[in-house]
């Protein structure tokens, strides 16, 4: 009798909890879904255009061997397979007669194949339950795993990063299933373990290099295990298999540095560059202290109560210590120091590491509940308090799917241009990847420097004589573009020689001197340029921090990021940092923009400002006419 009651207690509360899961599923897809289509056709993110660019390209090419080194090629591999499918379902449907056909439809409306880049991120967002709630339920409890696996579904970073067609929240899938399988190889130390230890690992690495980081927890899990004696027959042979597996697909998920080695070098060592951004000055201070009390004052104020709860539960794990607890801990103090020498700090650079984190702050909750309540009242509480902490994750997440489904103001301002600026005149645009997407010669996919090349080496030219026909019949204007490139460094005649020899030295610092040249006003007025477009994602890069026109920030395709901190420039050169071999390219920068804005140039005329609101996300765009 006593028996029979418990099998129904339990029976019922597996089915509540099945059915809190299920409803969890729902809501976390119908968020993911609700806004997928912000900007398209016209607008998307930089990386998403290189990732499907070079996905595309393959086939044509006749070659996996990507043409774009700032990321391994898994994630370019997954949108390759999907755009195939795509392709031969059109053929099948008849949407499409044959491969002319699809990339005409591509370069009139990129739409569709960018929608289907972005579903292939909301799967691995809605799959990241999965090892999520596995690891949960195999190390901790089912409790914990419905815990994980709802703040897993909720918390902002992990939901708008799937909203992207970007590598992040592909890496923090195979992060998360890594990082069970390492756990299991200390716990059980079966060799099945390692074998997908080592390909959960190399499956990241192939997805983005910061999964080089999981060798710590990794690494952390072999000493632990080391003194065990029933693990010391197997250990080398494990050890090696792991870390042959990790080796192989290490390198098939990075054929460049095969294939294109002399490029691919060139980009890895212009990287360790990258850390400072667009930045004439420190943002921050370089240390492993200010890395932390960043990163919890980002946590709380990105994601409310949750972000709180995360901190508590590495906390926890700091006054637990246990075997698990230790391995977590490695893998955090890895990923948050590698932040250090940065020049710019965004949770975005740590979202393969908050699946985990949900986890053990799930656990910390679960068991503080387990501490404080009763436990026949344990199941209320906990759902009324993980409605709570979610509350403001989950309030974000809804506001910022109202604001992507409203037309960003690059929208807005195309249609208000389409309307009242006379087809076929010249048009000239700071930065086209952040400016107004309008009709011109180039498909708006292929507009910047970088895109061109597919434009022009893999497309016929009956296909771009038909484009240009298309354009013609549509409202087509003539762009220029006020970023221009040169072949070598343009030093600016002010710079000081010392500082051209250190900048020689720095192949980024040589590359952004060659980037960023301005053409002056008079210079597009023999261009025939008859209006001038700002954008403030582009000039905000190079104003100083006390300008009145730095308040939007720069280009957050993650909403609530402070971009703006990771910006700092000043009106003096600082010699000793070396941010300062920066600040002549954005002096040089403010020296077109700023009697713009300031409407002290009497040979450009205001004429309409396009402004983000609390419905319209995007720059503030601002026209203006040349005159005579």
């Known amino acids: 009798m006593i028996m029979g009651k418990i099998k129904l207690m339990f029976s019922k509360n597996l089915k509540q909890q099945n059915s809190i899961l299920f409803i969890v599923l729902v809501y976390g897809l119908i968020l993911r879904l609700y806004s997928i289509g912000y900007g398209l056709p016209y607008i998307v993110g930089p990386d998403e255009k290189r990732q499907v660019l070079d996905a595309l390209s393959m086939p044509v090419r006749h070659s996996l061997v990507p043409l774009e080194y700032t990321y391994p090629v898994l994630h370019k591999y997954l949108l390759l397979f999907c755009f195939a499918v795509y392709f031969i379902l059109g053929i099948i449907f008849r949407i499409f007669s044959n491969t002319h056909d699809f990339i005409w439809k591509l370069l009139v409306d990129p739409g569709q194949i960018f929608l289907i880049a972005r579903l292939l991120s909301v799967f691995f967002g809605m799959a990241l339950v999965l090892p999520v709630y596995l690891f949960s339920k195999t190390f901790f409890s089912k409790n914990v795993a419905i815990i994980a696996a709802i703040f897993t579904m909720f918390m902002f970073n992990l939901l708008i990063h799937s909203q992207w067609s970007t590598s992040d929240i592909i890496l923090c899938f195979f992060s998360t299933f890594a990082f069970y399988y390492i756990i299991r190889c200390v716990m059980f130390g079966r060799t099945k373990d390692f074998i997908f230890t080592g390909i959960s690992i190399g499956l990241s690495?192939?997805?983005?290099?910061?999964?080089?980081?999981?060798?710590?927890?990794?690494?952390?899990?072999?000493?632990?295990?080391?003194?065990?004696?029933?693990?010391?027959?197997?250990?080398?042979?494990?050890?090696?298999?792991?870390?042959?597996?990790?080796?192989?697909?290490?390198?098939?998920?990075?054929?460049?540095?095969?294939?294109?080695?002399?490029?691919?070098?060139?980009?890895?060592?212009?990287?360790?560059?990258?850390?400072?951004?667009i930045s004439s000055m420190a943002p921050f201070t370089h240390s492993f202290i200010s890395v932390v009390s960043w990163f919890m004052k980002e946590m709380i104020r990105q994601e409310g109560v949750l972000g709180v709860i995360l901190l508590l539960g590495i906390f926890y794990s700091l006054f637990k210590h246990s075997k698990i607890d230790l391995i977590f801990l490695s893998y955090i103090f890895v990923c948050l120091f590698s932040l250090v020498n940065f020049g710019f700090r965004f949770l975005h650079l740590l979202v393969y590491t908050f699946a985990v984190m949900c986890i053990f702050g799930a656990r910390f909750l679960e068991e503080l509940i387990g501490k404080v309540f009763k436990a026949k009242y344990r199941s209320s509480y906990s759902l009324v308090l993980v409605s709570i902490i979610i509350l403001p994750s989950l309030a974000t997440g809804v506001y910022s799917d109202i604001k992507r489904s409203h037309p960003d103001t690059r929208i807005l301002a195309k249609e208000w241009i389409e309307k009242n600026i006379p087809l076929g005149l010249n048009i000239a645009e700071d930065w086209l990847d952040f400016s107004v997407p309008l009709y011109n010669e180039y498909p708006n996919l292929f507009q910047d420097e970088k895109a061109k090349v597919y434009y022009s080496n893999y497309l016929s030219k009956d296909l771009r004589r038909r484009y240009l026909d298309f354009t013609t019949s549509k409202r087509m204007y003539r762009i220029t573009q006020v970023r221009y490139e040169t072949k070598e460094p343009f030093w600016p005649m002010d710079m000081p020689k010392d500082m051209i020899s250190r900048a020689e030295q720095a192949p980024l610092i040589k590359r952004l001197y060659r980037w960023f040249n301005f053409y002056n006003l008079k210079e597009l007025k023999k261009m025939g340029v008859s209006y001038l477009i700002i954008s403030s994602y582009a000039y905000n890069h190079f104003l100083i921090d006390s300008d009145p026109n730095k308040k939007t920030g720069l280009f957050n395709p993650l909403f609530v990021e402070d971009t703006l901190k990771s910006n700092r420039h000043a009106d003096t050169y600082d010699k000793q940092s070396k941010y300062g071999l920066l600040f002549y390219l954005a002096k040089r920068a403010r020296e077109f923009y700023v009697p713009i804005l300031t409407q002290k140039d009497n040979r450009v005329t205001f004429i309409k400002e396009f402004y983000p609101s609390n419905f319209n996300l995007g720059p503030v765009i601002k026209i203006y006419k040349l005159e005579d």
């Open 205 to 277: 690495i192939a997805t983005k290099y910061q999964g080089f980081y999981l060798l710590a927890p990794f690494l952390a899990a072999l000493f632990l295990n080391v003194k065990i004696p029933v693990f010391k027959k197997t250990m080398l042979k494990n050890l090696f298999l792991s870390f042959l597996i990790i080796t192989v697909i290490t390198i098939l998920g990075n054929l460049s540095f095969i294939f294109n080695a002399k490029e691919s070098f060139a980009r890895f060592i212009e990287l360790k560059d990258e850390v400072m951004g």
